[in-house]
């Protein structure tokens, strides 16, 4: 049967049916009684990896025994150590003093510390230079993206499509935030047209605009003289929000460029004039929590504030034990370990999809994911929702395409997105869990092909409590 709407499909069922993911703004408005058992509580809906996690736990999946499992979904990379990388650090001293309450933007030594590895790697030979006042450390990239969230004004925000997934929660949740979206076009590489944004600019009376640098979900990466544009426009009294978390996940090709990062900090020119907010965290040590903004003065005294309602600063003791880890020299050949294993594992992954006849259309440059077209599977497997749900009856996550239509909103018939076909991949895991995740997509489209899709987009468990399993 030919598929034209989300009522049609049960995959697209379950998720309008999970807390948050219904329309919004559409009349009549009724109330879901899983959504508001609260009065006046209003669900923000779940970010794509949650509800992945949480379709995944439903179908038996368990952090205790998450080896028995591929995580293709993972939003985050492998922890362990790497070939040519340094020891995984396993312990630290824990002054007295840090034990206390760290200020809400964060211990200067490693404010300092932040300051100085910018200026060293993209600001050297420039008058203007980074010091500690420029940089507010915070707890995680998400809590920096709402420390900023919180502090702009009544305004009109430019975003991209597909971008962040999180974008969704803050653009929904942060009201004075008006959002106005561009959809990037897979024919030209998902590439952002900085004059057809300054367009806009004038047109549509943009305030800010917020991006990821290099791209989350496409692995592509915004450079050279293109980023040099993008970060002019911050000095066109127009605010540029870039988060470069995946700046350190270039694969360049030729040997010359191992160790190389990107970031808007190399075109700035005036660190404290140019409206240019950078968001960014690495090292792969996730649960260590430590990001950091960076901007002008005036910005980091209003992070502080806003941090003080919103998450009341980073992990103090952790703070202290990342400092070293911001040394330059060490910085530097953390880069290039990183980058020759997971330029590695992309090309392993990439070379495997194209055995199953699932060629990417738009290789990843950088990050550490795969923007999967499945188009051409057959239906109903060729959308990323049930392409996800029938993964899952194989012990394997991947995100739907569409939680990366940023739609705060939720209006949009699903099959109307154009993120609808696609699913992330995440290259982030160890290779073996990779490998596994591959044999489960290889499962099912052998059985794809051979059988039809008779088979597919049903009979779905929605919990484990749910006594017939499955949707009706």
């Known amino acids: 049967m030919h598929l034209t709407h989300e009522k049609e499909s049960e995959a697209h069922q379950i998720f309008r049916q999970s807390a948050g ?22 669900h923000p809906g779940s970010t794509g990896v949650i509800y992945c996690s949480d379709r995944a736990i439903a179908n038996g999946f368990s952090y205790a025994q998450a080896h028995e499992w591929a995580n293709l979904g993972q939003g985050a990379p492998e922890v362990g150590d790497i070939p040519g990388a340094a020891p995984r650090p396993t312990s630290f001293t824990m002054p007295e003093d840090s034990l206390e309450y760290a200020p809400t933007t964060g211990v200067k030594a490693l404010r300092e ?29 998400r809590a920096g993206l709402s420390r900023v969230a919180a502090v702009v004004g009544d305004v009109y925000c430019s975003y991209q499509i597909p971008d962040y ?9 942060f009201k004075r935030l008006v959002p106005v979206p561009t959809a990037l076009e897979p024919e030209n590489g998902y590439k952002l047209d900085i004059a057809q944004t300054k367009k806009d600019i004038r047109t549509q009376g943009l305030a800010v605009i917020i991006a990821s640098n290099p791209r989350n979900p496409t692995g592509q990466v915004i450079k050279g003289n293109d980023l040099k544009e993008l970060v002019s426009i911050g000095r066109e ?11 350190w996940y270039m694969y360049p090709e030729n040997d010359k460029d191992w160790g190389q990062s990107v970031s808007s900090a190399a075109y700035i020119e005036d660190v404290n004039q140019d409206s240019v907010v950078i968001i960014d965290e690495n090292w792969r040590l996730p649960g260590w929590r430590i990001c950091w903004v960076i901007g002008p003065k005036n910005l980091i005294t209003a992070l502080s504030q806003s941090g003080s309602f919103l998450d009341g600063g980073a992990n103090h003791p952790l703070q202290l034990a990342a400092i070293p880890l911001l040394d330059p020299k060490f910085v530097k050949h953390e880069k290039v370990a990183l980058q020759k294993h997971f330029k590695h594992k ?44 029938e ?14 239509d940023i739609n705060p909103a939720h209006r949009r018939n699903l099959f109307s997105s154009p993120c609808h076909p696609f699913v992330r991949l995440s290259f982030g895991p160890p290779l073996a869990d990779l490998d596994k995740g591959l044999d489960a997509i290889g499962r099912v489209i052998k059985r794809a092909r051979k059988e039809g899709g008779k088979s ?7 919990s484990l409590d749910f006594t017939e399993g499955v949707i009706s």
Not at 367 to 379: A, K, S, V
Not at 456 to 462: D, L
């Open 237 to 247: 009294h127009t605010t540029v929000i870039l988060d470069e978390f995946y700046s």
């Open 456 to 462: 597919f987009g049903h009979s779905y468990r929605k």
């Open 346 to 389: 992309r090309d392993h992954v990439l070379a495997r999809l194209h055995d199953l006849q699932l060629d990417v259309h738009v290789p990843p440059t950088s990050t550490f994911y795969i923007w999967l077209d499945l188009t051409n599977l057959p239906e109903p497997l060729n959308n990323g929702l049930t392409f996800f749900e």
């Open 113 to 141: 510390a932040v300051a100085n590895l910018y200026n060293h790697t993209y600001r050297k030979g420039k008058k203007s230079q980074y010091t500690f006042e420029n940089v507010c450390i915070v707890p995680g990239g």
């Open 165 to 173: 997934t999180a974008y969704d929660q803050v653009l929904g949740a």
């Open 391 to 404: 993964l899952l009856k194989e012990q394997t996550i991947v995100i739907p395409g569409i939680f990366f």
């Open 21 to 42: 993911h219904k329309p919004k703004g559409l009349l009549p408005q009724t109330i879901n009684p899983d959504e508001e058992t609260v009065p006046g509580i209003e």
